[in-house]
């Protein structure tokens, strides 16, 4: 069986694969290569629902996600290809008891060049004229937020990393991964590929193939569930995404085409012991659930039309905040998991911070607190919000 030597291998051809390997080539690296078991973008990344919005309230998510947000708003020129990015805002809306956390990260943004503002009713009323505001405490606004295709966003990347050198094999599944104390021989049923540096890109499926090496990281893969409703009314594409904290759920909803609106859940989901068992399938409970609390902040959608709905596996981290960086004990070994639901909108500056790390170089945006041993050292991360996706 064939061997083919890299200098970098990168495990995993979703976004943060993709992403890291053009930042990699981008930044001088060369011979990098990236195994994809699928396609590209055909595991968690494909399911995502693509938002990229800034409210954060821990320091780094916040600043990853304004520099990110430049990437995704200019992505043509920045890096290069169409990721079908919908400039649309940002409402959230929250409890009273939530108005001044909510606050501190509207001026943090601010200080960052966001426009976060805080609106009355009235005014976010004439932003989305379906909304309720009666049961809410406090609501801000920023115009910057939007939302790309993951699919397109991914397949962009992996475009661009191709023409600078990078060889993305998909259909190419692992068998086995053996570390040597100066190499990494990953196994597939086409050959086999050597490199001094592996990244591990996985997602959820971090974990198999970690167990190859006998690691295992601190994450659980969750199942989360979206759907889309119509009403007779379309619902308009330049509306914005809302997310709703008053809720248990945490929902968010945004425009989807065909004149509906896409909404998922912020809450931990369903734990699975296997993300290739999931179905696309969203019982009938959960839909007449979500109807219920849409219909509580858009009255109009009382009687709204269930039209499609699919499931996603997020992979959770102890405090929600993703595990990116070098693994301790393993020289040569990198990984990026644990994004929590929030991958999709980090990961332009992620990759690019990741890649800089692998070549040692300097780290525009760090990822320092990411450290993927920091649970060990008890330095879990927290915001304002305690422990969640908006964090």
């Known amino acids: 069986m064939t061997t083919t030597n890299a200098d970098i291998l990168i495990i995993g051809g979703g976004l943060y694969g993709c992403s890291t390997a053009y930042h990699l080539a981008k930044n001088g690296a060369r011979n990098v290569v990236v195994l994809e078991r699928k396609a590209v973008s055909s595991g968690g990344t494909a399911k995502s629902c693509a938002i990229v919005r800034t409210h954060y ?15 995704f708003a200019d992505f043509d020129h920045l890096v290069g290809g169409h990721v079908g990015w919908h ?5 959230i809306v929250g409890p009273a008891e939530h108005a001044a956390p909510m606050r501190k990260v509207f001026k943090a943004q601010n200080s960052y060049g966001i426009d976060t503002a805080e609106l009355t009713p009235a005014e976010a009323l004439k932003i989305h004229p379906l909304l309720s505001f009666h049961d809410v405490g406090v609501i801000g606004y920023d115009s910057f937020t939007g939302f ?21 094999h998909t259909n190419t599944p692992l068998t086995g991964l053996q570390r040597t104390s100066q190499l990494t021989t990953a196994r597939t049923p086409g050959g086999d590929f050597s490199a001094p540096i592996v990244i591990l890109c996985a997602g959820p499926w971090t974990n198999p193939v970690a167990a190859h090496m006998g690691l295992q990281f601190p994450y659980e893969v969750s199942r989360h569930k979206v759907i889309t409703l119509k009403i007779e009314r379309p619902y308009q594409m330049d509306w914005p995404i809302v997310k709703d904290l008053t809720t248990p759920d945490k ?32 019982e009938l409970q959960h839909v007449e659930r979500i109807s219920k609390i849409i219909a509580n902040r858009m009255p109009a959608f009382a009687n709204a039309n ?6 996603g596996p997020y992979d959770i981290s102890p405090d929600w905040n993703p595990l990116v960086g070098a693994v301790a004990g393993n020289e040569g ?12 909108k980090l990961a332009p500056t992620i990759g690019e911070a990741l890649a800089q790390t692998v070549l040692g170089q300097k780290v525009r945006v760090p990822i320092t607190d990411y450290d993927p041993g920091r649970f060990a050292a008890g330095k879990q991360l927290s915001g304002a919000y305690g422990i969640g996706s908006i964090s």
């Open 87 to 91: 400039r649309t805002g940002y409402l």
């Open 251 to 282: 929902i968010y909803f945004r425009p989807e085409t065909g004149d509906v609106v896409l909404v998922g859940t912020g809450d931990h989901g369903e734990p699975v012991q296997d993300a290739d068992t999931l179905t696309d399938n969203v």
């Open 57 to 71: 309230s821990i320091d780094t998510n916040m600043r990853h996600a304004v520099e990110s947000l430049k990437v």
């Open 148 to 168: 790309a295709d993951p699919y397109l966003t991914t397949n962009a990347y992996a475009a661009r990393a191709r023409e600078l050198g990078v060889q993305i």
């Open 306 to 311: 269930f039209t499609a709905g699919w499931t």
């Open 333 to 344: 070994l990198f990984v990026a998991v644990g994004f929590s639901g929030h991958g999709f």
